[in-house]
């Protein structure tokens, strides 16, 4: 594709009903299932057990063998969809290829696939693809860019570069999976090192046939539609992009792992329904993966994980899906969405003086009750709080919905002038933006903008100063304040702060500034920069 030509994206409309269904399932099944995590009457654990070719070292002529006993008879599309409807999962994503390179997809491309080199003989991609069509579920696939049978090198980091050849082989594999399997809801890239041109062939081939496939951060160089988070890893930071995180049952494992320990069902449910809500207060999709046996069937304690989830959100769903993220940085007591003008408080702990604080919190509280819970204690209403005397009995993370006289506004933290009118600005007080869009795996996260809210009490002029770390860079950022956007220069041999402005500004209770890569910049550009501090200087009336 032409560089000047607009890239086919998916529309906001697609992008916001994915980041409204804040809950979906993983499928690892693969060869690897019918392993469960032992080779040769050996238990692995160096590794996770869908990497058990990798782990145990075992030669490819053995591993591939396994194909001509794969034959889950108890594979039941139906119910793994029934299954993720009684979870709450809004949509699935199933391993089409994980790194061991065996496709579950009948593919033209190499013989070792589920339909012609299985005694199954039976397109697995396609039978949940359609059992999801049936149930209007969204679905999406899982591609690993490396292929241990195409001949990458197993590696424990798993940021092999791509071939050429390798580079036409995925783009063959990726045309076959978005005209042969209806409409795609994620197209999940896996590991990999790509260059960036490859990268953006992978990423032009899912998008000519679909553009409103949501492609995962994992294409890597800022060619994805969504940022992925490490895997199991629950951010503390914000993501200014759409995120979602893929999260195993066991951080031990995602394939089948026949001797993995079970920790009480109960806690692991609470464990999950906890991060859940972590990831949905932040405005994130929670991807929960369940590992099949070889036999196709779902291990039962995962299946009961999955169910105990349904039931809590069968209560209290209305807080998580489609709701926006919380408007305040932090919680003392727990974690908050906001829908439909209603803010809904998830409670974690309950402070001593039994008070739910909301810091920021500017408009007036009308109503507050506990979500589908029954003979739970009354709940106060204060200016900026809501306060509990005690939190309802047997409920895990109970959940309180707030609604409002007018329009909901939260006031976020505002740096004050000082008695010379100077604004100081310092990365302890900032809101830092980072997606996981880089360069590879070991890269992420990249820190884009970093954002403040300030005071103004004097009107007039003032100069903008931005100290920060000396490098080898000369680089324009884009410091923009309320609605004026000035450029600075900065250069990082000779100097440590750069002027820039001056601009005027008017008395404001809370105007945003932010500073951001020079633009134009590429999609997911790097800020690349250490801020010390940003002052805005007054210099006169
Ligand atoms: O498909 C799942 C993983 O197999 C795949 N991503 C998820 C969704 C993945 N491939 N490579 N990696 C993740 C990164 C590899 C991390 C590892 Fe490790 C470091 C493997 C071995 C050392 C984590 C820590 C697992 C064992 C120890």
């Known amino acids: 594709m032409a560089q000047d030509q607009p890239a086919l994206r998916p529309s906001e409309k697609t992008i916001r009903q994915w980041q409204n269904r804040k809950y979906g399932m993983f499928i690892h099944f693969s060869l690897f299932s019918m392993l469960g995590g032992v080779w040769k009457g050996k238990e692995y654990s160096g590794n996770y057990s869908e990497q058990i070719q990798s782990d145990a070292n075992i030669p490819q002529r053995e ?4 194909a001509s006993q794969f034959n889950p008879a108890q594979w039941d599309a139906e119910a793994i969809v029934r299954l993720a409807e009684e979870a709450g999962m809004k949509f699935i994503v199933l391993t089409a290829k994980h790194h061991d390179g065996f496709n579950m997809f009948g593919t033209k491309e190499s013989t070792y696939n589920v339909v012609d080199g299985t005694p199954y003989k039976r397109d697995i991609v396609k039978s949940l693809a359609d059992a999801c069509r049936r149930h209007s579920m969204p679905f999406g696939v899982y591609y690993s860019t490396i292929d241990w049978h195409f001949g990458d090198t197993p590696a424990e980091k798993n940021d092999n570069p791509i071939s050429q050849a390798h580079e036409q082989f995925n783009v063959k594999q990726l045309q076959e999976l978005v005209t042969g399997y209806g409409a795609l809801s994620e197209l999940w890239f896996d590991m990999g090192h790509s260059m960036p041109l490859q990268s953006r062939h992978f990423a032009e081939t899912v998008h000519k ?4 496939c949501m492609i995962s951060g994992r294409i890597w160089n800022g ?41 009480p069902l109960d806690e692991k449910i609470h464990e999950h329904i906890l991060r859940l809500v972590k990831v949905v ?25 999955l169910r105990g989830t349904g039931q809590w959100l069968k209560r209290n769903g209305e807080a998580i899906y489609a709701s926006t993220p919380q408007p305040f940085r932090k919680l003392d007591f727990g974690y908050a969405t906001v829908k439909d003008n209603r803010l809904y408080l998830f409670v974690e702990h309950l402070p001593s003086d039994g008070r739910l604080r909301l810091p920021g919190m500017q408009t007036p509280i009308r109503e507050a009750r506990w979500l589908n819970t029954e003979s739970a204690g009354k709940i106060q209403i204060e200016e900026s709080s809501v306060v509990v005397p005690v939190l309802p009995a047997g409920e895990f993370l109970p959940v309180i919905e707030l609604r409002f006289d007018g329009e909901l506004k ?6 004050e002038p000082d008695q010379n009118d100077t604004i100081r ?3 302890e007080n900032s809101d830092r933006l980072f997606n996981n869009n880089g360069e590879g795996y070991y890269d992420p996260p990249t820190l884009r903008s970093e954002q403040w809210h300030i005071a103004v009490r004097r009107a007039g002029s003032y100069k903008i100063e931005v100290s920060y770390k000396r490098g080898p860079f000369s680089r324009v950022v884009d410091i923009q304040v309320g609605d004026q956007l000035i450029k600075a220069n900065l250069y990082g041999k000779e100097a440590e702060s750069s002027i820039a402005g001056p601009i005027n500004l008017q008395p404001s209770s809370n105007l945003a500034v932010r500073i951001a890569p020079g633009s134009p910049a590429m999609r997911g550009a790097k800020l690349d920069l250490e801020i010390i501090r940003v002052s805005l200087i007054f210099v006169g009336p």
Request: glycine share 10%.
């Open 209 to 212: 046939q679909q553009p409103e």
């Open 281 to 305: 207060s932040r405005g994130g999709n929670y991807l929960l993966n369940i590992g099949p046996k070889g036999d196709g069937s779902v291990v039962d304690f995962e299946a009961q994980v």
């Open 425 to 427: 600005l310092t990365p």
């Open 410 to 415: 939260v006031q976020p933290a505002v740096t």
């Open 223 to 263: 060619e994805g539609d969504f940022s992925e988070t490490g895997d199991d890893d629950i951010p503390d930071y914000i993501t200014d992009e759409p995120w979602e995180s893929p999260a195993s049952i066991f951080s031990e494992t995602w394939g089948y792992r026949s001797w993995q320990k079970h920790t």
């Open 63 to 66: 591993y591939a063998a396994l």
